[in-house]
């Protein structure tokens, strides 16, 4: 039982000073390119780390005071470390405050059933947004390559469409009034917007889309970059 507890301590993201210079030791330590160190460098890393030391003694030997020696080596070329570090901390604090499921793309619905399942049965913390279209309607199709892009920039908004006709409801949604965005959060409607595009210019794009519903505060803070994404631009 000891054994399992001092493992799952191990993979634990400690908080307060000493915990957090702890994760800080060991991001440097996995982040810095120790075949290309000089020697004395490599040397205290290898105290740093003690890999050929009893588990217990790493634990003791993790749990000290940085020395001097050891301050000087991590403070070196810190700025670009420490933003990763930070970036990636800020990732685990968002993936823990990230609650509701997750979507891939634009789903497509076929029938005012389907409608009204995505309304009615997505989770309570999911905000959906459907555009309501038909095919050689000005505006429906720019609006929904739109969309597709939006879908991977907020992959916790479920983004639907659905054809008037197939929504059983074409009498309501006549051509003049298309495209239409419905935006629901918990079953009840927060945003509907009648021939949205008169709201955007001649030519519109997935940013000026983004900007209309985020006026009317209808997304969510947008996902944090990967940290692949933040190693690329930091080599770039």
Known sequence: MSAKVIDLEETVTHTGPKGVINDWRRFKLESMDQENLPLAKKELLRQMSSPNKPKDDSRANLNRKMSVQEYELLKEEDEGCLKKYRRRCMQEMHD?????????????????????????????????????????????????????????????????????????????????????????????????????????????????????????????????????????NDVE
């Open 96 to 232: 823990k405050l990230s609650f509701g499921p997750r979507f891939e793309g634009v789903h497509d619905l076929d029938s005012g059933e389907a409608f009204l399942e995505v309304i009615e049965k997505e989770h309570h913390s999911t905000v959906v947004v459907v555009h309501i279209y038909k095919v050689g309607v000005k505006g429906c199709e720019e609006l929904n390559n739109c969309l597709d892009c939006l879908a991977t920039e907020y992959p916790t908004v479920k983004f639907c469409r659905i054809d008037a006709v197939s929504s059983g409801a074409a009498e309501r949604f006549s051509d003049e009034v298309l495209p239409t965005l419905l935006v629901y959060k918990a079953g009840e409607l927060l945003g509907n917007f009648l021939a949205c595009t008169q709201h955007l210019n001649e030519e519109f794009f997935a940013t000026d889309v983004e900007a209309f519903l985020n006026s009317y505060g209808l997304l969510p803070e947008k996902e944090l970059p990967g940290l692949e994404d933040e190693e690329e």
